[in-house]
Every structure is written in C-alpha cells, then in structure tokens.
C-alpha cells in the first residue's frame, strides 16, 4: 500500500509536491480540469464545494486535449520532485459531455478519450479517475460541524429536486451560451446502457494503452438527484461496473467515505471484496457521521468507520495502490486545506507503520516457530 496525495490543478506546482514529500507521500493523483475556474460559490483553499444547486465552475475548452508533451512536463516535475503520478482525476466535461449525456457529439467525443487515454499511456501515467454522473456533486451543504466548530459539508435531509440547466453537466458547466431550459430527465437504465457502451469501446483501448480506468461513485450517493439517476449508489452496484466488461483496465476508485455514506451493504465487506477481485487502482479515504440524506464529512479520525479496520483489510489482502486522502473539513489557520490534509496523512502513515511491524512480527514468528 502506497500513500498518495490528490492535487487540484492549481495545487501542480514545487511547493505543493513539496508538501506532499514532507508529509511522508510517494506518490500523487493530479486532476488536470480546474473546477473552479469562474465558481464562485468555490474558493480554492477547499475542496470544490459548489453549493446545493450552484455548480463548481466553467469546463475547459471543447475539443481541447491534453497533449502528450504537457503530461510529460508534469510527470517529469512531479518525479523531479522525489515522487511518482499515481493517476490523473476526471476527465474535463468539456471534451465528453455527450457521452454523459448521449447529445449529437458523441461519436466524436468517444474518439477524443479515446485518443486521451492512448496519449496518457504514451505519457506513462497508469490511471485514469473518472465519474459517470449526470448530475454530480450537488445537494451539500457547509457548516461549523465537524469537530472544534470545523467547517464541513455533508447533506441535511432530502433536496428538492431543481433540474440541470442545458450546457451543464456533472456539477460543471460546459456551454455558457447555451439555450435557456433544463436537461430532459433520463433513467437508470439508460445511464447503464450508456456506461456499458462506453466500456465496451475504451476498455480495449485503455488495455492496449495500458491505463486502467476507475469509477468513483456517485456523491452524495442517492438514487437520484436533480431529477437525473445515478450509476453506482449502494456498495453492491460496483459488482455491476466490474461485470460489464471484465478486464485489469475496467476498475475502481474507491470512495471510502460515498461508499459509507450509501443506505445499504457494509462498508469493510465492500472494501474487502473488491480488493479481493483486484480491482481497486486506488482509494479515496474520508470519514464521515450518517448516511444519506443526512450525513456530514468528518476528520478520519472522527466518523463511523473504523479506519484502521479499513487499512488491516487492505494490508491483509496485500493491496498494493495508493490510498490518497479524500477531503477533510476546513481547520482554523492560515492553510485549512494544507492543515487538513497533513493531519490525515500522520494518520495514515500512522496506521501503516503499526500494520507493518505487525506483519514484519507475524513473519517473524513463522520464521522462528
Ligand atoms: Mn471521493
């Protein structure tokens, strides 16, 4: 197990790598699309937040690839200093909204990942992070309730159901000139056909480029949201993403904290069992208090799941990708998000030297005996 660190694109500079190294990291996930370009319900001291129907921000520019060089440079730099590029995050809704969404463009916007995941094997980054979701995140809400007042977010009970306005998608907007109205509402089985489609046709291309591709759940994890369905919001329905197209480049980001929130299932089963099949790239850490529609983020030592449960799993079944940490509420100082991430961090790292020397005394025993 390797302990990573997600850095928003504005975050891919020396000092930020820097920081990640100091806190004891090897490796980092980057996100290439900056959600809070024009957000402004969305400072960039936070994790994207948006507010309950406002979205995080404006969608790069259509048709614009990363190019091979550019993750090059970045890959270089990162290595540069001292670590390795575990992954990159998302794909920007600008250059597939209509894969998402099944508009006139998609045929297209198919071949632009396509050519994106063929560009990031040639780059030698080795997953790609992504979310199948119509609506996204949306629904939250902050406040002072994480521990010692600290800011958090989460859900405070059912959201009214406010539509997608045209030329969004995925909490981001991707057309500002888009006509006036709202996306038609679709259902879950068509959002299944959808991803189904869309594995069918770049799973062969991710395993000859050799990227794996890895679905986040939905969060906040409800069945709907804003009058669109949502692909994976019970633990059991990742076993329906994995089925769709057997392969190493099918897989999953796996989401501790969506994945608690979810009304069904149990959370050290689910963990167990998908790591059992192979099929986690890497892990999102975060705990959380509730489920939906009512729960709140919460430091990692703080939540209801057991953390150190969830990281003897994943060392017993000898996991071997990154566990990055999700968000943390915001800590009073000068640098919350900085605060945040380095107090979960200490706390992962602390968990896995315990569960090293552990195993290292387990050898030793069979060794002696
Ligand atoms: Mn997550």
């Known amino acids: 197990m390797k ?11 020396r000092e930020y790598y820097d920081f990640a190294r100091q806190a004891g990291c090897t490796h980092v996930v980057i996100h290439l699309v900056d959600y809070f370009r024009e957000g402004g319900a969305n400072p960039r001291n936070n994790q994207p937040t ?22 090059r440079r970045i890959r270089a730099e990162i290595e ?28 297209e916007q198919m071949e632009d990942v396509k050519t994106t995941i063929r560009r990031m094997g040639e780059a030698g980054i080795p997953v790609l992070g992504y979310n199948f979701s119509i609506a996204g995140v949306c629904g939250r809400v902050s406040g002072p309730w994480g521990r010692g007042g600290a800011v958090t977010v989460g859900m405070d009970g059912p959201v009214e159901d406010v539509a997608v306005p045209n030329g969004s998608v995925w909490n981001m907007v991707y057309d500002q000139h888009a006509a006036e109205g709202f996306l038609p509402p679709t259902t879950h089985a068509e959002l299944w056909r959808r991803l189904e489609a869309f594995l069918a046709e770049v799973i062969p291309v991710a395993e000859q480029a050799g990227v794996r591709l890895a679905l986040h759940p939905d969060d906040p994890p409800m069945p709907t ?73 919460t430091f990692i030592d703080d939540g209801e799941v057991d953390m150190t ?14 566990v990055i940490p999700d968000h943390t509420p915001q800590m009073s100082c000068s640098a919350p998000w900085q605060a945040g991430m380095a107090h979960t961090l200490g706390y992962i790292a602390g968990v896995l030297a315990m569960l090293k020397k552990e195993q290292v005394g387990e050898l030793g025993a069979r060794v002696l005996g």
């Open 3 to 13: 302990l990573g660190l997600g850095l928003y694109r504005h975050m891919l500079t």
């Open 309 to 322: 449960r969830i990281l003897t799993i994943l060392a017993r079944n000898s996991f071997e990708g990154v």
């Open 50 to 71: 948006g507010s309950k129907y406002e979205l995080w921000g404006v969608a790069g520019e259509q048709g614009k690839l990363w190019t091979v060089e550019e993750m």
């Open 80 to 107: 540069e200093a001292g670590l390795s590029l575990a992954a990159i995050e998302n794909l920007d809704p600008a250059i597939w909204h209509d894969v998402l969404l099944n508009g006139p463009k998609r045929a």
């Open 225 to 297: 949201m804003r009058r669109q369905p949502r692909l994976v919001y019970q633990p059991y329905m990742y076993q329906r993403v994995i089925d769709a197209m057997p392969s190493k480049s099918n897989a999953l980001e796996l989401c501790v904290g969506t994945l608690a929130e979810m009304t069904e299932g149990d959370i050290y089963k689910a963990v167990e069992d998908y790591c059992r099949q192979g099929k986690i790239a890497y892990i999102h850490l975060r705990n959380v208090k509730g489920k939906v529609p009512r729960y709140q983020e």
